[in-house]
């Protein structure tokens, strides 16, 4: 799957949907690739923010949000290491802990990342996270010229 800027391998064939999002005080409009395989749900979000100065705010947003509609416990916060981006500190890769709406019990890992003020967010979401695939997901992401 390719934005226009990005590249994700997705394990599944995905539907693509836009919705505008409050985000860091700002509207933005996201549009999401996702998809469901081996009882994961894989996702890549992609939006522009117009101003450079707003994506570190609407990139923390996006993962205190996670954090937030999940109900859940960050486990694990590292630097989202994705290829083609300059390095910034909201660039992050979460591990959370939480609750879908019905009550289960749910795993996600989450990464944010710009490309001048274009926001991403790479999602898997399940009951379990399998290392490999999850691993090779985020691996895989890249963002830069030339990419599709």
Known sequence: MAD???VAMLPCRPKVSTRTVSL???AVELS???CRADGLTWALSAGEVGDVA???PVLRALLTGLQANLQGEVERAAPAGVRGVLP???H???RVRGRKPDGEGVLCESAVFA???RVYQATVLGERLPSAAVDTFFEALRVGPGVS
């Open 115 to 117: 490309s001048g003020s």
């Open 4 to 6: 226009a800027s990005a």
């Open 88 to 90: 910034r500190s909201a």
């Open 54 to 56: 707003q994506v570190e």
């Open 32 to 34: 999401m690739w996702a």
């Open 92 to 94: 992050e890769r979460w």
């Open 24 to 26: 860091a005080g700002r």
